[in-house]
């Protein structure tokens, strides 16, 4: 007889509390997979971790000569590379999330079919080093910001508020792709072609003031709108996005995250015979 334990593999729990505490008894390989990601991201380039601050600056600095000199966007009478690169901080960590948990799945085959682990934690994963960018971008804003003569107030406070509510927007819509993109390849492409889209039809280069009040409702339907407005008037004080607009974007958060996790749950058995 041995005295080794039997462990007994069996199907998952959609239930959400199980779900979640399953995650955490894998908090390890959560921490050593993000780990992974962030030394990974820019290894065997010649600037590192700079691109982190020179992508944002430079899509700043294309922005503010198209939108700002050439265009003439209003700004609510901030520098035009301010209001943009405050809100290309928001809308690279959701872009980031969202891109990099879709293909989290198949570039990862062999823990998929090898291992056993919740496969969520693969999407999750990506967070961290999405982080990290967003918190270096935030440290080059703020020295632009302070370099300008811009203060800061308590609104800033409230900034975790906004970059939370992108986070599960992302984390929703990356738990549907990653599992569709094990299936049809093509998610794989359409991604970063539906982030292009959603990149102008959300208030980044311009402000959503700027948009006809008659448009306003169905500008506002797009989640993304009101949480970008949000970390925008955290940093800078422009006009804060309407109470039910938030409402609205967080109720699509949390419609995006159970509708994505159980998109995921529900394709999940055949992960092993298809990637």
Do not use: C, K
């Not at 921490?31 to 990974?40: E, V």
């Not at 590192?48 to 609510?76: E, N, Y």
């Not at 918190?135 to 409230?158: D, H, M, P």
């Not at 409402?247 to 992960?271: D, P, T």
Request: cysteine-free; hydrophobic content about 55%.
């Amino acid at each position: 007889m041995t005295d080794l334990p039997i462990v007994r593999i069996g199907e998952g729990s959609a239930a959400p509390l199980r779900t979640v505490r399953e995650i955490w008894h894998y908090r390890d390989l959560f921490g050593a997979l993000g780990g992974r990601d962030l030394r990974l991201r820019y290894r065997q380039t010649f600037l590192g971790v700079a691109w982190v601050v020179l992508q944002p600056l430079a899509a700043a600095g294309i922005f503010a000569f198209v939108f700002g000199t050439i265009a003439h966007v209003p700004t609510d009478d901030r520098p035009y590379v301010l209001f943009a690169l405050a809100a290309l901080a928001g809308w690279n960590f959701f872009s980031s999330v969202l891109t990099r948990a879709s293909t989290s799945l198949i570039q990862n085959p062999q823990l998929v079919t090898r291992v056993y682990f919740p496969r969520l934690i693969l999407p999750l994963s990506v967070v961290p080093a999405a982080l990290v960018d967003l918190l270096v971008t935030l440290a080059a804003f703020a020295v632009i910001a302070v370099a300008q003569g811009q203060a800061f107030s308590a609104r800033v406070l409230l900034l975790p508020v906004a970059i939370v509510l992108l986070g599960a927007l992302a984390l929703g819509a990356g738990f549907a792709a990653a599992a569709l993109a094990v299936r049809y390849r093509d998610v794989q492409y359409l991604i970063p072609v539906a982030i292009q889209l959603a990149l102008y039809a959300s208030p980044v280069a311009y402000s959503a003031s700027a948009v006809p009040a008659r448009w306003q409702a169905l500008y506002y339907a797009n989640p993304l709108a009101a949480p970008i407005e949000l970390v925008r008037w955290s940093l800078l004080g422009t006009p804060a996005p309407a109470t039910r607009a938030l409402l609205y974007s967080v109720g699509a958060a949390l419609v995006l995250v159970a509708g994505g996790s159980a998109v995921f749950r529900g394709i999940e058995r055949s992960f092993a015979d298809e990637i």
